[in-house]
Antibody
Framework: EVQLLESGGGLVQPGGSLRLSCAAS????????MNWVRQAPGKGLEWVAA????????YYGDSVRGRFTISRDNSKNTLYLQMNSLRGEDTALYYC????????????????WGQGTLVTVSS | IVLTQSPDFQSVTPKEKVTITCRAS??????LHWYQQKPDQSPKLLIK???QSFSGVPSRFSGSGSGTDFTLTINSLEAEDAATYYC?????????FGGGTKVEIK
């Protein structure tokens, strides 16, 4: 059974930093690209970032490029999102999602999602 | 790529048929997928690649379309289908989602 468990969310001041983690189990982690997707309170879904299964390539949405860094540790089956220079508009529930299609390269849509971790940026 | 869903909201009686459309600002081929999100839950994949049902999804859910125009159909709506439905394209980065369609049960 695929399981994704996000952690690391919390309250942070504007300009601050936070690192999110996503612990994966139930599948061969290194075979799949991973995504971070966020959802502001009462709003829709926004893709944040993706990383290929081998970690060799990363991709970002325009709103976070240059501030956020996606990474993974395949030996620990864990995905990360380092968030710097946080802004109020980054306040959201952050989900990790496993790519639906197997392969060490390439990125794409997710089939399984975690329950999310809440990030609140406020002074 | 901008995905425009319609309607934004729909109030439907059980056993009715529901149709939700998603229009892409440029062709995405068949790289269009549909998710269901119930309140306080994470999104669940319903339909992948425009028309392929994901594992375990009830047969009343179906998808169609290609290029720029897509449809999600729920035949014979059930009370448990109350949720917000999102379309999502994976043809071109950045990946994008539609704004969502909230389906309420009358």
């Amino acid at each position: 059974e695929v399981q994704l468990l996000e952690s690391g969310g919390g309250l942070v001041q504007p300009g601050g930093s936070l690192r999110l983690s996503c612990a994966a189990s139930g599948f061969t982690f290194s075979d799949f690209a991973m995504n971070w997707v966020r959802q502001a309170p009462g709003k829709g879904l926004e893709w944040v970032a993706a990383i290929t299964g081998n970690g060799g390539s990363t991709y970002y949405g325009d709103s976070v490029r240059g501030r956020f860094t996606i990474s993974r540790d395949n030996s620990k089956n864990t995905l990360y999102l380092q968030m710097n220079s946080l802004r109020g508009e980054d306040t959201a529930l952050y989900y990790c999602a496993k790519r639906a299609i197997v392969g060490p390269t390439g990125v794409g849509f997710g089939d399984y999602w975690g329950q999310g971790t809440l990030v609140t940026v406020s002074s | 790529i901008v995905l425009t869903q319609s309607p934004d909201f729909q109030s439907v009686t059980p056993k009715e048929k529901v149709t939700i459309t998603c229009r892409a600002s440029q062709s995405v081929g068949d790289h269009l997928h549909w998710y269901q999100q119930k309140p306080d839950q994470s999104p669940k994949l319903l339909i992948k690649s425009a028309s392929q049902s994901f594992s375990g999804v009830p047969s009343r859910f179906s998808g169609s379309g290609s290029g720029t125009d897509f449809t999600l159909t729920i035949n014979s709506l059930e009370a448990e289908d109350a949720a917000t439905y999102y379309c999502h394209q994976s043809s071109i980065l950045p990946l994008t989602f539609g704004g969502g369609t909230k389906v309420e049960i009358k």
